[in-house]
């Protein structure tokens, strides 16, 4: 049981250390490269980067089980590890090639890391921890946005309105070295303690499936994610997973460049400015909401796993809407694309702002809602897929990839009630579908693994 914990840690600090870099990349990016490229042309490169990263994203997690089945976890997050570091490192000079060459390179490796995470987080967790577990490795992995974040606020001057080449150089040097020492950790992952009978997801298991003895585990474990994603658990989960896309683009990217474009800070010797310390700020708090939640949904977990994930999922959806509310008159409609000077003049935001006080606090209830969503999530598939941990991480991971890949293409375009809008209506319905698939389990009697 202590080498199981220690396992949770252990990923849960190398997803901490590579994610500090590469989420906080993903929150800055488009301001980073306003300095090399113009204001339009740096944040349409910077949302484009990213959108290829979830579009490739999207259709590797077919693969993904495969490479995990043959690597195994730990070797599997070990290699997958290194593109985000190259990734990184392209942006100290910035070319579009390598850029954009990066961001496939990422996008390939990121649906083998997450399936051989998941496969690794429920290898080392029973249905009395995996509540905790996924509570604690959340916890860490979002702890990158608040370390990313801070570092950014702290290091870039108060009268800031553009990144320059050399802060951006620092940043990102910063970013990837982070990024070297979070695979450098992977290498330090312990082998779990399971008997072989509980081992989550192996060759033997997927064989009760129909698969021939002389199939290649690759093999067989694609095929055994073409299954799932045809049952209607899986469906009805991966509608909640496509929402979470959503969130992913909408505090990774939308929401802080809209604050960056938004929010004035009083300089002495220059007066107001458009301060891009204030993405970062938003950043920071969007984290502490992720790990509030995180950390509550952790120490409660066995609770929500016998009684139903549901509340957590609903607690999740009104805090969203709250969120939807305060920012629809808080910030501007084009404050995600474009720097406003006369904010009070819009009609979107005549009752409140713009507030930093106001910024701050949705940001916080934009992660904290977020994380409600992840953790039932996580929890949900590591307790109910525990013979196709891989498979069951990479659909849940293929249907928030193309959600994330759509939305970060027209995010540099659209309105920002109108992303909240879609928003809205894909959290419904994905909070629907994993309600139904909740209210279902408990009439069965509870928790069934499904083979």
């Known amino acids: 049981m202590a080498s199981q914990l220690y396992n949770i840690i252990m990923v849960g600090v190398s997803f901490l250390l590579l994610f500090t870099a ?122 990158s946005l608040v370390v990313g974040n801070l570092f950014v606020f702290l290091y870039l001057p108060a009268d800031i309105s553009n990144i320059s080449t050399f802060q951006r150089t620092v940043i990102y040097g910063v970013f990837t070295s982070m990024g070297v020492l979070g695979v450098l950790c992977l290498l330090c992952l312990g082998r779990r303690d399971h008997a072989p009978e509980e081992i989550s997801f192996s060759v033997n298991a997927s064989k009760q499936h129909g698969a021939s003895i002389g199939q290649s585990p690759a093999l067989v474990a694609l095929k055994n994610a073409y299954r799932l994603v045809q049952t209607k658990e899986m469906i009805l989960v991966s509608l909640c997973s496509f929402y ?123 992660g904290f809602g977020d994380s409600c969503f992840n953790t039932q999530i996580y929890s949900f598939l590591g307790d109910t897929y525990q013979d196709d941990s891989a498979p069951a991480f990479a659909l849940f991971k293929f249907f928030q990839s193309l959600a994330a890949s759509i939305s970060f293409f027209y995010s540099p375009y659209l309105d920002i009630q109108y992303q909240m809008l879609i928003m809205l209506i894909f959290a419904i319905i994905g909070s629907a579908g994993f309600i139904k698939v909740e209210w279902t389990m408990q009439k069965r009697g509870g928790y069934q693994v499904i083979r």
């Open 22 to 143: 590469f989420q906080t990349s993903t929150v800055i990016e488009p301001s980073a490269l306003q300095e090399e490229y113009g204001e339009a042309e740096g944040n349409t490169i910077g949302f484009n980067s990213v959108a290829i990263i979830y579009a490739v994203f999207t259709f590797g997690n077919w693969f993904a089980p495969s490479v995990v089945a043959v690597l195994g976890p730990k070797w599997t997050m070990v290699l997958c590890g290194i593109p985000y570091c190259l990734f990184l490192g392209a942006i100290i000079r910035p070319l579009t090639g390598t850029v954009y060459g990066g961001a496939v390179l990422l996008g390939l490796a990121a649906g083998p890391l997450w399936s051989a995470q998941g496969q690794y987080l429920t290898e080392n967790s029973d249905k009395d921890t995996i509540g905790r577990n996924s509570g604690i490795f959340w916890a860490l992995l979002e702890t």
């Open 244 to 366: 979470t896309g959503f969130s992913l683009t909408f505090f990774s990217s939308v929401y802080d460049t809209a604050v960056g474009n938004v929010l004035v800070e009083v300089t002495p010797k220059i007066g107001p400015v458009f301060s891009k310390r204030f993405v970062a700020l938003a950043g920071l708090l969007v984290g502490v909401g992720e790990i509030t939640g995180g950390l509550l949904f952790g120490m409660l977990g066995k609770r929500f796993v016998k009684r139903g994930r549901d509340p957590v999922i609903v607690l999740g959806l009104v805090t969203h809407i709250i969120f939807f509310g305060i920012t629809f008159f808080n910030l501007p409609s084009n404050s995600p694309y474009e720097g406003v000077v006369d904010t009070w003049k819009t009609p979107y935001n005549l009752i409140i702002g713009p507030s930093v006080y106001v910024a701050m606090i949705a940001a916080f209830l934009l």
